[in-house]
Each structure stands twice: as C-alpha cells, then as structure tokens.
C-alpha cells in the first residue's frame, strides 16, 4: 500500500535541498528519475511535491487523481495523530495547566499566520537537556544555542535523579509531562550517554521522546543502534528526525543510509540553497543581515520555540519556566524567561515545578498583575465596538462606558485589574462584566500580564 512513499519522501526532500535537482527536474525529468533509481511517474512527482509542500500551480493531473500524496499522507497520519494524543486535554492531570496550554497555543497563532498555516504545531510544558549547550553551532539556529560546556553522565547517582524527576513530573503534570524531547537548545548526541536516558524515559513516561539531530552522517552505526533499539513503532511515530546543515551532508546521509531506512526519518532540509524558510530569530537574525535583499526573503518573522513550562537543564540543575514569544528585540531567540530556579535534588525539583507553574501558568486573568497589550495587537474603535487586530485574524467586543476607558488606561501604561476598578469605581456586576471581557481578550493573547 505504500511502497511508493520511501521514493516520494527521497524526491520532495531532495527537491526541497537541492536546487540541481529542481533544475534537472524541470530540463530532464525522466533521465533524471532514471539515474537516481527513482521508480515515480515524472509529472506526477512534480505535481505531488507542489501538493505536500504547499505550492500553487495548475495542476494536469487532479489532486484526487494522483496517489502519491495520498500514500504519503496516509503513511505520516499515524505519527500526526500520535503527536496529536500526546497534546491532548486527559493527557493533563491540572485542568489550569492545560487551559493555560491551549491560551498560549491561541496567542502564538493570533501573532503570526505563519504559525497558523502549520497544523502540527504544539506546545509543550516540560522540555529537559542533557547537555550544556550545542557542539553543532549552526549559522541559523533560532534559539542561539550556546556553544557546548559538558554533559550530564549517566553515572548510577545521576540515573537515580533523573528517574526520579521523571516519576516527579509525570505524577504532577500528567501523561503530557513525558511528551515534551530531551534537547531544546543542544544537539542530543553530543552527550556519549543520551539512549540510556531515552531508555529511562520511556520506560518511565511510556513514551519516546522525538530526537532531532545535526550529526547524523558522523555515527551511522550508533544512529542505527538506537533505531532499531526504539522499535519499528516508535519510528512509524517520527521518533527520529536529521536536521541538513549543507547539501554534502545531505549527500554524505544518502550514501551512509539504505533509503528503506530513512523512510521513517524525517529530514529538515536547512541548508543555504534549500526551500526552506528560516527564523528570523537567534543567529539568523545576523545570517539576514550579511545577505542581500533578495535573499532575506528566506527569513520570515516566527517563533520555533515549542516550550510553555519548563526547560529543564540537567548538567546545571536549572528549570527555567519560559513562553513562545514572537521574535523581537525584546525576545531575540523567540522565548521569554519568566523565573528561573534551581534544583540540588528530585524533592528540590517537585517543589520548584509547582512553585513555577503555580506562579506562572495562570489560565484566568490575574487581577494584581499589571496588564498590558500585546505588542502585535491593533486596536481600533468604532461606533458600537472595540476591535483587536493580530497577524491577520481579529475580534470585537461590544463597547461601553467602563470598558472603553479600561482599554484606554491599560494602552496608556500596564495597570492591574484591581487598578482598574478602582479608577473606574467599578465594583460588583460592572466589575465582573468588565473582568469577563479582558478575561476574553487574555485567553486569545491579546491582553498579557507581567
């Protein structure tokens, strides 16, 4: 049923990376198919991969009609609807938390349409790294991954602490607190020890967490080591995935892998030359600067971060309770740091886990936290209605009295709920009318506190 898939996934990825390809695609498609071993009708190959990348062209043969996309979507559905589950509202053992999830979900897609078109977009409220930094350095990383210090080994002390803080976690947030990775701003096989915490954290969470590599090419045999120790399951579930720094490390991955076994990687095709659009966030923000115009529209304004809690640094003993943030001046790497903390052992962790979470993930609009307007958020009034503006979408709420200069007051300056009311003498039922529209405004990103 889906034997074409491992030869669609090879052609939208190297079609994706390669500019030579697509060139040898538009002048020579049959000779070129012919010479890489690519049993997949020309045309329909072509036309499959403007389908799954978005693109818009006339199509001569009808979407419906053309099995490729089809058997690839078909194939990657499992591994949606797994991460879908993960994310899901009974993964959540606290209803706060999860409501709190789902209003940052809301304020990142209200900030950027680019967040909107992607679907598979999630958030996660519990992400660790095992190493101190990235070896890697790659020019585009989002997030400025500082350069690597050290590793968190995987003595017997060591392994006892990191079971426990997964039991902690796990037992505090859910089912949800084993979905998040074990690398944010690291590379994961920089640390000689990462499986046997992966190991750990499947046997403890029940789930693999997703790895994303820049070395793939470096230690096939290692890489295959822990493919085939995760299982043919949990690699149907995109539990692996090499990330393309240049197109000789793409070539050097095709060469080193059997095609049968990256059917079920995913390759992100980063490279200068490829398709993909970068973050203008972390060192890409200086990567734009060094390019000319034409090539700056490779970048585009959107965060990558997908941490809504806590990031977790196990060689330091940190957790720092952090948001998505839209990049800026202000959030450069495209995240916010609330609070930070630290941890000597797995009873230090708990109480810090619950102190952040109950400081910060707060799903109802605190009334003695100052308030302010999202930086993105047009606001505009008309005859009957006040109206908030993002990255394309919107909402309008009806306008009175109270209400109308509440918005005035808090576009003056931050000002908390209770200040509010004070200043409006509202109290009672004109209070609470009041707190139900900001209420309505926060759970959509629009009104932020600090």
Not at 16 to 28: K, L, V
Not at 81 to 109: F, M, N, P, T
Not at 163 to 179: D, T
Request: glycine share 6%; aromatic share 12%.
């Amino acid at each position: 049923m889906h034997r074409d898939v491992p030869y669609i996934k090879y052609f939208v990825e190297n079609y994706t990376a390669d500019p030579s390809f697509r060139e040898q695609m538009r002048t020579r498609p049959l000779e070129t198919l012919q010479e890489r071993g690519i049993p997949l009708d020309a045309e329909l190959a072509l036309e499959a991969c403007d389908i799954l990348l978005g693109h818009t062209r006339e199509l001569r043969v009808p979407e419906e009609q053309n099995r490729y996309p089809r058997e690839y979507r078909e194939y990657q559905r499992e591994a949606m609807e797994e991460y879908g589950a993960r994310v899901a509202d009974d993964a959540y053992a606290d209803r706060g938390i999860c409501l709190w999830s789902r209003q940052v979900h809301k304020r990142c897609r209200m900030e950027s349409r680019q967040i909107r078109r992607h679907g598979a977009v999630y958030y996660y409220p519990l992400v660790f790294e095992l190493s101190d930094g990235c070896s890697v350095q790659c020019p585009f990383c989002g997030v400025d991954a500082p350069r690597f210090k050290g590793n968190f080994s995987y003595t017997p002390e060591n392994a006892g602490l990191w079971r426990e803080i997964l039991k902690a976690s796990v037992r505090y947030l859910g089912r949800i607190g084993g979905a998040g990775a074990c690398y944010m701003a690291t590379e994961p096989f920089d640390n000689p020890d990462y499986e046997k915490f992966v190991y750990d954290f499947r046997s403890i969470t029940g789930l693999v967490p997703q790895t994303t590599t820049a070395i793939a090419e470096q230690d096939p045999e290692r890489i295959r080591a822990y493919m085939k120790e995760l299982g043919p399951d949990a690699m149907r579930r995109a539990a692996l995935r090499f990330s393309v720094r240049s197109l000789r490390q793409l070539e050097k991955i095709q060469e080193v892998y059997r095609l049968d076994e990256l059917k079920n990687i995913e390759l992100l095709p980063s490279n200068p030359e490829s398709m993909t659009k970068y973050s203008l966030s972390g060192r890409a923000v200086r990567l734009c600067e060094h390019m000319g115009q034409e090539s700056r529209e490779k970048f585009i304004r959107y965060g990558i971060s997908c941490t809504a809690g806590l990031r977790v640094n196990m060689v330091r003993k940190t957790m720092e309770f952090m948001e998505p943030e839209l990049p800026s001046p202000e959030y450069p790497n495209g995240y916010s740091i609330r609070e930070t903390l630290t941890f000597a052992d797995a009873g230090e962790f708990e109480a810090g886990m619950k102190r952040l979470f109950g400081t910060w993930a707060r799903a109802e609009l605190p009334e003695d936290r100052p308030l302010y307007f999202n930086a993105v958020c047009r606001i505009a009034e008309k005859d009957d209605v006040v109206e908030f503006w993002g990255d394309g979408v919107g909402c309008s709420l009806a306008k009175d009295e109270d209400f109308l200069r509440a918005v005035r007051l808090v576009r003056e300056a931050p000002v908390t709920f209770e200040e509010l009311c004070r200043t409006l003498l509202a109290q009672d039922r004109r209070a609470l009318l009041l707190w139900q529209k900001f209420q309505y405004l926060y759970e959509r990103g629009y009104v932020r506190w600090t």
